[in-house]
């Protein structure tokens, strides 16, 4: 392991989702040959953004084509046996999200958003988010059809909550802190808490404008993670 964030990873003995993920792929496929695997770990962890998640996935799919097994039915299984939002990092691309994270449905490609991701330095074991939260979920299903423009995407965003908001401040009340730099932010056209936190979100109209909000942000509150980007329009390339 290597990387800013992988100290918080020293402690888990080799028990990490990469190896986790690894072991339970050589098994179903019987391969004994093994393999060497490196984490480049750039995601705080615990920080509701998937950082775990997406590094099993990335293994499922390097092993695969280390190994040359397809990735059936039941690698998404694995997969889901290792976090409920392991398949959709698994899938690579924009979907919409069922069940407890098993159902997947392809979403046309995002508009070009841009992003900008808060962390204020505070780990916020999921499992403990969930023990806090009170009351149902929120039922139903939304629209998943036109969402092909900045627009359409934003309004249905600010028509969603995420039930886990109120559970992560009670633990973290930081959290709200967060959120509410990011309103403040220049331009800004959506903020919310990222799955079970602590890390936050918000949207801008594009990468260019989301850069200079979370230079912005930095310059504020330097102890934060603070990273920006843009949304995913679609699968990445594999090379």
């Known amino acids: 392991m290597s990387g800013p964030e992988a100290a918080a990873l020293t402690g888990l003995d080799g028990d990490n989702l990469v190896m986790r993920a690894a072991r339970a792929f050589a098994a179903h496929h019987g391969i004994k040959s093994g393999a060497a695997l490196h984490l480049d770990k750039q995601l705080p962890v615990a920080s509701g953004i998937g950082g775990g998640s997406s590094d099993a996935a990335a293994t499922l799919r390097a092993l695969a084509r280390l190994w040359e097994r397809p990735l059936d039915p039941a690698a998404v299984e694995i997969a889901a046996s290792l976090g409920a939002d392991v398949p959709a990092c698994l899938a690579a691309q924009p979907v919409w999200v069922g069940g407890i994270g098993e159902r997947l449905d392809p979403l046309p490609d995002l508009p ?18 969930f023990r806090a939260r009170q009351g149902a ?14 627009a359409a995407l934003l309004a249905l965003l600010k028509e969603c909550r995420n039930d886990l908001t109120e559970a992560a401040l009670s633990l973290q009340p930081e959290i709200a802190t967060v959120l509410a730099a990011l309103d403040a932010l220049p331009d800004v056209r959506l ?7 602590a890390t936050c979100f918000a949207l801008f109209d594009g990468r260019a404008v989301a850069g200079r909000a979370a230079a912005l942000l930095s310059r504020g509150e330097p102890r934060w993670w603070v990273r920006a980007g843009a949304l995913l329009a679609g699968p990445p390339a594999v090379g």
């Open 112 to 129: 070009p958003l841009g992003i900008v991701l808060a962390n204020p330095r505070r780990e916020l074991p999921t499992a403990a988010v």
């Open 137 to 150: 979920f929120t039922a139903g299903e939304r629209s998943r059809s036109a969402l092909c423009d900045a």
């Open 191 to 197: 903020a919310r808490m990222s799955g079970s936190g």
